[in-house]
């Protein structure tokens, strides 16, 4: 089955204590994004990779880091975690499909992290 | 730069009744469109998109879009609402073919139904 795992749904952690939320696709992708949804404003990117060893900024990626690795992984790292960092997360995926000479893209979604900073 | 506006933060309908939900959209080009659902503790599910070609699209769960470019409109719509269609929907873009895959959302709809 196609999917986007995110571990763990659930994280509940102290200001400053590092830590890593996982993402991986079992769909080739080469497209990965972090999102996080806060009331209000809906999901705002974090950070994306275009493919192995290619990250960038989103629209807020302040206190975030990212790496790839590897194709299928993109682990989110909050290297000192702030109360403003308390959110929903979302990890992505996509790849584009060509059809009729018309490039496609869908974005597959996580099951998503639900992150409480103290 | 691009935007999306979900002008309805709340719609409660009755089971039954007909559902529109309102989108707009700023943005250089002729963008890639999306809905999603959310429904309580779950992820994002997509409910349908257009790329090109016919305006009305046909999604999941008997929901359609109409992309109106003179409006800049992808508002949502299902005939007939059930319980279970109570969620939170967003509409999001997306940069047409080339341009990279980063999504751009709207603040989202949250859909009460009454029984």
């Known amino acids: 089955e196609a999917q986007v795992t995110q571990n763990p749904r659930y994280l509940i952690t102290v200001t400053g204590k590092k830590l890593t939320v996982t993402c991986s696709q079992n769909?080739?992708?080469?497209?990965m994004s972090w999102y996080r949804q806060d009331p209000g404003l809906g999901l705002r990117q974090i950070y994306y990779?275009?493919?192995?060893?290619?990250?960038d900024k989103g629209d807020v990626p302040e206190g975030y880091k990212v790496s790839r690795k590897e194709k299928r992984n993109f682990p989110l790292i909050l290297e000192s975690p702030s109360p403003n960092q308390t959110s929903l997360y979302f990890c992505?995926?996509?790849?584009?499909?060509?059809?009729?000479?018309?490039?496609?893209?869908?974005?597959?979604f996580g099951a998503g992290t639900r992150l409480s900073v103290l | 730069a691009q935007s999306v506006t979900q002008p309805d933060i709340h719609i409660t309908v009755s089971e039954g009744a007909s559902l529109e939900l309102r989108c707009n959209y700023s943005?250089?080009?002729?963008?890639?469109l999306f809905w999603y659902v959310q429904s309580p503790g779950q992820g994002l599910q997509l409910l349908l998109k257009?790329?090109?070609?016919?305006?009305l699209v046909q999604g999941i769960k008997g929901f359609e879009a109409e992309f109106k470019r003179s409006q800049s409109s992808f508002n949502l719509r299902k005939p007939s609402v059930h319980w279970s269609d109570a969620a939170e929907y967003f509409c999001?873009?997306?940069?047409?073919?080339?341009?990279?895959?980063?999504?751009?959302f709207g603040t989202g709809t949250q859909l009460k139904v009454e029984l």
């Open positions: 999001a873009v997306g940069p047409p073919a080339g341009g990279g895959n980063k999504l751009t």
């Open positions: 257009y790329f090109s070609g016919d305006t």
């Open positions: 769909m080739n992708h080469e497209y």
């Open positions: 992505a995926s996509s790849s584009t499909v060509f059809e009729s000479g018309l490039g496609k893209n869908i974005q597959y």
């Open positions: 990779s275009m493919n192995v060893e290619v990250t």
């Open positions: 943005y250089g080009a002729t963008p890639y």
